[in-house]
């Protein structure tokens, strides 16, 4: 999977559960070999996105982790808190 295709999965799986999705932002960086999306939500939705205990943003970046190793990258997600 491209860096650009895993974004889009981010920027899909973060529209879907927020209640403002026109304030999902995913933004792309490359930090020592590593592919970092950098998740920017609305204030109000970024206990949906982070979920209970962490819970929800742990599930996605296990499935970035999955993604990379299927591919030989390595994709990290950071949760922007503006």
């Given at each position: 999977?491209?860096?650009?295709?895993?974004?889009?999965?981010?920027?899909?799986?973060?529209?879907?559960?927020?209640?403002?999705?026109?304030?999902?932002?995913?933004?792309?960086?490359?930090?020592?070999?590593?592919?970092?999306?950098?998740?920017?939500?609305h204030q109000d939705?970024?206990?949906?996105?982070?979920?209970?205990?962490?819970?929800?943003a742990r599930s996605i970046r296990s499935?970035?982790?999955?993604?990379?190793?299927?591919?030989?990258?390595?994709?990290?997600?950071?949760?922007?808190?503006?």
């Open positions: 999977m491209s860096v650009e295709k895993a974004q889009e999965l981010v920027a899909f799986i973060a529209v879907n559960l927020v209640d403002n999705p026109d304030d999902v932002a995913v933004q792309s960086a490359e930090r020592d070999g590593e592919h970092v999306f950098l998740l920017t939500v939705d970024l206990g949906k996105v982070i979920g209970k205990g962490g819970q929800t499935l970035l982790q999955a993604i990379g190793a299927g591919c030989d990258k390595q994709f990290a997600l950071e949760i922007v808190d503006d």
